[in-house]
């Protein structure tokens, strides 16, 4: 029923919201009368039915020089100076429906003030009274039916009963929380009162206690919102009364504590309640909040089915406390927390009734606690100092806590007794789990989740490794979110057992590498029901082979923002094909053997669409036929917003395409182009071809010997120096720098004088060293693969690089691939860290770095340090060549 109320309550609201829309957006909006026969009056808006008058911020102190419509349903007097109500003010408009006289400064309310206003169902008075005397017992005298009253943000030292006793027909009443208020005898006239709102989010409340006395005259409340109050104490009958409260909000009383949120839900035993919210009831940065059973023994008589404790610093719950919990409860929501591993994961099982929690953490920066704060940080709830409350050993809880999170440590550093399956029993009817944003850093693959019926799983945005092991029962989980993990490597049994998994999201992570070179489909083995896909921002360089081997029911398929060069994974058989999701990759065409799959699937599916918006299509002649397919195949979007092509001269002119029209102008160009020229450039490539031939020929003959000689000379040296050190002779300097233009006199002037002229190092410097003609992508990766480290000079003009950001990118998979440790990070200027990008911001937060000195004293020990990440291997190498021309 409180739902049904609030929703029509909503729903009127959006009516006055998009009438108030209407008449300011209108060009044919009318004056009222008054407007007309005198410019200088206040001018407010008329709907053209009359049903609708906005007078607002028109500083208006009465209404007597304003003609307002006889037959006006809403009338808005918000934001005005209107001070005093008159006998009969309002009785000439007998269908007002709803009133608005909010953000006034009323100082009298006249008896007949609201005579003759029995259509009326909706008043708001917020910010309007100035005094609490204001408010008499006639003040609201003609109100016989009116449903809706908002009092909140106005001056008040006691609830207004008296005055408020006439309204017989009031259901929902918006007012200010007064310290150690009680609702007096007056409330018990309002029967129909189902929802009271005493909140701070809508005026101020400054509620301190909930007595035994507060509410005992609203008994008839379905709807309870004392929320963001100051409230610190709730006695144990408070809520007694209130048999048919259905919902109870005490949100964001943040001095509550749990333990007087125990004390104050015995009273909710004897109620109707199905809705409990307690967000953000114990003060920020507290330590040690555990959940025990005296805070929730109370519950477990009543029909709670939707639990809300968000926001409040929890890290455990005490053992066997969920069982007090009711069986009726279906919806728990424990967002924003510091949940640790612990034994309650083994009592999840006892919520037979729970279908859906939300466990998601910090997706925003963590505040720093000001002073007037840390005082109060002390958490008179914790035990001991590691917050072990249950009757276990500590060393079972510390072993557990290191299996779940070995992702901090090394492989060998992790004990083999760690590695059997955990097995963790859900409820028997949970079909949804949100776990995002919480750091969560375990091996997933070796978790048993003991769930029938679960079928929605959450897990992105966290630290989660895939690597090794399988899930197990997960078999009618329909929809998987693993994105965000920086994961770099899935297990290829993963999801074997996922036999009904309908949507898969791996984006955000780095399994690029490992994705482009499964060409048999092993990570996607035998997800025959799925229909939705995405596996973009993976640093997937191109998708090929047999990789969607086992996706028939696939739908969807979205390998955007990969950096990806070609697309030629075999999709014949993706019957069921709608979206192929490509854009903003590095495509510059698709071979004829994907275009004629595609062809095939879309005379079997008409509306498959195609996006290769972002891509740079290649516009030479040799591409023509798939630029003519493009257009005619009817595979890309009607509005090709984003689509561009590279033209051949040097490939760095871009013609940007508007729409479809535009695209065949585009290809009727470059036909005429390519037929002027392909006799001349049939001419051209013979007789180029016949000199490189000529060339080469010449050449061989010339240095056939010596050509002979270095072929030996090299196969020996790979025979003998095969066992040698990767890096013996395979580096030619000993680092690149990775800087950002801003900051190229550090390098320059800095760099150079101590590491090169004193510490005799060689560096790759790209001003100096690139090699001229090269494209730039390339002379990267060569310069990072022929350096022994990566210098990376971090600072915010570095991130707002695009070829720095790209760089680091190079050195992370050089790193990956060769396993070599070649990154050194030097902090040239302190960085925000919502401003680094996560796989950045995680590099940082898991390997050293080093950071400038900005003062001339330290300097020296700075380029110290930096001289010996480099010089030990320099030094090794330096000594073996010299025993090597030692050698006779």
């Known amino acids: 029923m409180s739902g049904v109320i609030m929703a029509a309550f909503n729903t009127i609201h959006a009516a006055i919201i998009c009438g108030i829309f209407v008449l300011s957006e209108n060009q044919n909006v009318k004056a009222t009368g008054s407007d007309i026969s005198n410019v200088d009056r206040p001018r407010c808006n ?66 007949d003030g609201f005579e003759n206003m029995s259509s009326l169902r909706f008043l708001n008075l917020s910010h309007s009274i100035i005094e609490p005397s204001v408010l008499t017992r006639n003040s609201f005298r003609g109100l016989h039916n009116l449903k809706t009253l908002w009092l909140s943000n106005n001056s008040m030292t006691e609830y207004p009963d008296e005055a408020l006793s006439r309204l017989t027909s009031l259901e929902t009443l918006f007012i200010n929380g007064v310290p ?6 007056g ?55 209130l048999r048919k409260l259905r919902t109870l909000d005490i949100s964001g009383n943040f001095r509550l504590t749990f333990q007087s949120f125990g004390i104050g839900t015995y009273g909710l035993q004897f109620t109707n309640i199905t809705t409990l919210k307690a967000n953000h009831i114990v003060l920020r940065h507290t330590s040690c909040v555990v959940i025990r059973k005296a805070h929730v023994v109370h519950l477990f008589n009543t029909s709670l089915e939707n639990l809300y404790i968000d926001d409040n610093e929890i890290v455990d719950v005490e053992m066997k406390a969920l069982e007090h919990l009711p069986k009726t409860l279906r919806f728990v929501s424990a967002q924003r927390n510091k949940f640790s591993y612990g034994q309650y994961l083994r009592d999840l099982a006892s919520l037979t009734g729970l279908e859906e929690i939300w466990l998601s953490g910090q997706p925003y920066p963590i505040n720093v606690p000001n002073d007037d704060t840390v005082d109060d940080q002390t958490c008179a709830q914790s035990g001991t100092p590691y917050c072990f409350h249950d009757e276990i050993d500590e060393r079972d809880v510390l072993e557990s806590e290191l299996q779940s999170r070995s992702v901090w440590y090394e492989s060998e550093t992790v004990s083999d007794r760690f590695s059997p399956l955990f097995n963790l029993s859900l409820p028997p009817n949970l079909k949804t789990i949100v776990s995002n944003f919480t750091q969560m850093a375990f091996q997933i693959g070796k978790i048993r989740f003991e769930a029938s019926n679960l079928s929605y799983l959450d897990l992105s945005s966290n630290l989660v490794i895939f690597d090794n092991g399988y899930i197990r029962g997960l078999d009618n989980v329909t929809y998987i979110d693993l994105s965000n993990n920086l994961a770099r490597k899935m297990s290829p049994t993963l999801l074997a057992n996922s036999l009904n998994l309908r949507t898969l999201n791996m984006s955000y992570n780095f399994f690029g590498w490992q994705i482009q070179r499964d060409k048999k489909g092993e990570i996607f083995k035998n997800l025959t029901q799925l229909t939705e896909l995405v596996i973009s921002n993976n640093d997937l360089k191109g998708l090929r082979g047999d990789v969607l081997r086992d996706l028939y029911s696939l739908q969807i398929l979205n390998v955007s923002n990969n950096g990806m060069y070609n697309f030629n994974a075999k999709i014949n058989h993706l019957i069921h094909l709608q979206v192929i999701d490509c854009s903003h990759n590095q495509i510059s065409w698709l071979s004829r053997k994907v275009m004629d799959d595609i062809k095939e699937i879309k005379s079997k599916v008409p509306n498959l669409t ?38 051949p001269i040097a490939n760095t002119s871009r013609r940007y395409i508007l729409n479809k029209a535009d695209f065949a102008k585009l290809i009727d160009e470059k036909t005429a182009e390519c037929q002027n020229n392909f006799g001349l450039a049939l001419g051209c490539a013979s007789v180029f071809v016949a000199v490189i031939a000529l060339m080469v020929s010449a050449i061989v003959y010339r240095y056939r010997w010596k050509l002979r000689y270095l072929y030996y000379a090299a196969r020996l040296r790979y025979m003998t120096d095969n066992d040698a050190e990767e890096e013996q002779d395979q580096f030619a300097f000993d680092a690149f720098v990775s800087y950002a233009d801003e900051d190229r006199g ?53 991130l707002n690089s695009y070829w720095c950001t790209y760089e680091l990118r190079m050195a992370q998979m050089e790193s990956i ?15 925000p860290a919502k401003n680094i990008p996560p796989e950045f911001l995680h590099m940082l937060q898991s390997d050293s770095y080093i950071e400038y ?36």
């Open 46 to 111: 008329v709907s053209h039915d009359n049903k609708l008058v906005n007078c607002s911020s028109l500083h208006l102190t009465s209404l007597s020089n304003v003609t307002i419509p006889d037959g006006v349903n809403i009338l808005l007097l918000d934001h005005n100076n209107l001070s005093c109500i008159n006998n009969f003010e309002f009785a000439k408009f007998p269908n007002l429906t709803h009133l608005d006289l909010s953000y006034n400064v009323v100082n009298s309310i006249e008896e």
């Open 180 to 185: 150690d208020g009680e609702f007096g005898p």
């Open 187 to 241: 409330f018990r006239n309002l029967t129909k009162l189902t929802h009271l709102t005493v909140s701070g989010k809508i005026g101020f409340c400054n509620q301190t206690t909930l007595s035994a006395f507060t509410f005992n005259n609203t008994v008839f409340l379905e709807y309870l919102d004392v929320s963001k109050c100051l409230i610190l104490h709730i006695e144990n009958e408070t809520f007694s009364q």
């Open 610 to 647: 195609l996006h290769l918006q972002g891509n740079p299509l290649s516009c030479s002649c040799n591409q023509l036929p798939f630029l003519k397919w493009l257009l005619t195949s009817g595979i890309t979007p009607d509005n090709m917003n984003g689509y561009y092509c590279l033209l």
């Open 746 to 798: 550090f390098v320059i002037n800095d760099m150079r004088a101590h590491l090169e002229h004193d510490a005799s190092m060689t560096l790759n410097i790209h001003h100096r060293d690139f090699m001229p003609g090269e494209p730039i992508a390339s002379n990267i990766v060569g310069a990072i693969k022929k350096s022994r480290k990566t210098l990376v000079v971090l600072s915010q003009n570095f």
């Open 817 to 831: 691939s060769s396993g070599r440790d070649i990154i050194i990070i030097i902090m040239y200027e302190s960085v």
């Open 853 to 888: 000195p900005h003062d001339e004293a330290d300097s020296h020990i700075f380029w110290k340090h930096i001289g010996r990440a480099l010089r030990h291997r320099s030094h090794r190498q330096n000594s073996i060549s010299s025993s090597s021309q030692a050698v006779p």
